[in-house]
């Protein structure tokens, strides 16, 4: 490690919070990040955050847009600030409801300002670009407040999931326990042990390695919210905070159905660019052989139709939502229902 790496770590953070993460009440302010730029010479990008705060207790930190577009976050979670009181609440709850503020605000998975996936750059840098300086105040100043964190996902623009909770295999069984036990008190319609593609550098694997429970969602996608995905989030935002004691009350519950990920078969890629065709639709059972999607070729209509079947037996957990794909995409991803651990 250089000296220079060094130094920077030691650094501190340019984001200033204007709230008292240790006053109780409720507060509502920024977390503001300098970002001096053509139209703004000493300006600032201000990122909505809000405090809920009661005595001693567990603090739940939720966020949503970690990528800027996917909305059942940012719903759920700009109508619980508005709506929390104090009162309610064992604890401390700490709503960032728009984490990738400027790609929320473009509408669009990455910042529009470096191209920084929020989602692949933790631990971030203090010296960085404006993502990673997001990442970094949050690897180095919200995290560590919190026991419990929820970060809400759908498919954005690209892909659509059925709606589900999820946890990850961890190397302490005894955290992934936790962790699993968070995700089916969320009681989203699925709970997924979910494997990624690339977990270096996510939120998750930060909150992960911190020893944090942590759970996060896939609720729907295709670049906006529907009716039923945002009231998973909201009963799943009350449940998580009832599981964690910081509300009172009863968890809504439903039935909730167990997918696993067992290997890398789950995921189908495309070989090759071209018009989809999907062949089932999300939640459709699937038999190891069955034909999922087709993709023609768009440039001769005498072209080829390369078929991907499913590699094992499942349910089509997700899928690319828009119409055309290019080489490498994620076609369909195949969850297998498990029974839930008990
Ligand atoms: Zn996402």
């Known amino acids: 490690m250089s000296a220079s790496t060094i130094s920077s770590d030691l650094r501190p953070s340019p984001v200033a919070a204007s709230v008292d993460f240790e006053r109780d009440g409720v507060q509502h302010g920024h977390l503001k990040l300098p970002y001096s730029r053509d139209d703004s010479a000493w300006g600032a990008l201000m990122l909505p955050i809000a405090v809920v705060k009661r005595g001693k207790g567990p603090t739940v930190l939720l966020t949503g847009a970690n990528h800027g577009d996917e909305y059942e976050g940012p719903v759920a979670l700009f109508d619980l600030a508005r709506t929390l009181v104090a009162d309610a609440v064992s604890g401390r709850v700490i709503i960032l409801p728009a984490m990738n503020y400027p790609a929320f605000r473009a509408g669009t998975r990455t910042s529009p300002i470096d191209k920084g996936n929020l989602n692949r750059l933790f631990p971030g840098r203090p010296d960085g670009t404006v993502t990673q300086k997001i990442a970094d105040y949050i690897q180095r100043h919200l995290l560590p407040l919190a026991d419990y964190v929820l970060d809400i996902h759908s498919g954005g623009r690209t892909l659509e999931f059925l709606p589900f909770a999820a946890a990850h295999r961890l190397p302490d069984a005894a955290q992934e326990a936790r962790c699993v036990r968070a995700m089916m008190a969320f009681n989203a319609p699925y709970s997924m042990m979910l494997r990624e593609l690339d977990a270096v550098g996510t939120y998750d694997t930060a909150a992960e390695e911190m020893g ?26 009350r449940n998580l905070l009832i599981h964690a004691g910081v509300l009172e009350g009863e968890p809504e519950r439903s039935p909730s159905s167990f ?10 890629g495309s070989l090759g660019g071209g018009l989809v065709e999907l062949a089932v639709d999300l939640g459709a059972r699937l ?28 349910v089509l ?14 076609l369909a991803v195949i969850g297998v229902p498990t029974a839930a651990p008990t």
Do not use: N, S
């Open 212 to 237: 944090k429970v942590f759970v996060t969602t896939e609720l729907g996608g295709g670049g906006t919210a529907r009716a039923e995905t945002v009231a998973i989030a909201k009963r799943g935002v």
């Open 259 to 268: 997918l696993d990920m067992p290997d890398g078969d789950c995921y189908i």
């Open 287 to 314: 038999r190891r052989g069955d034909l999922v999607a087709r993709v023609h070729d768009v440039e001769r209509t005498a072209g080829a139709v390369a078929e991907y079947r499913a590699a094992r037996d499942g």
């Open 317 to 330: 957990a997700g899928r690319h939502f828009p119409g055309l794909v290019q080489t490498g995409d994620t």
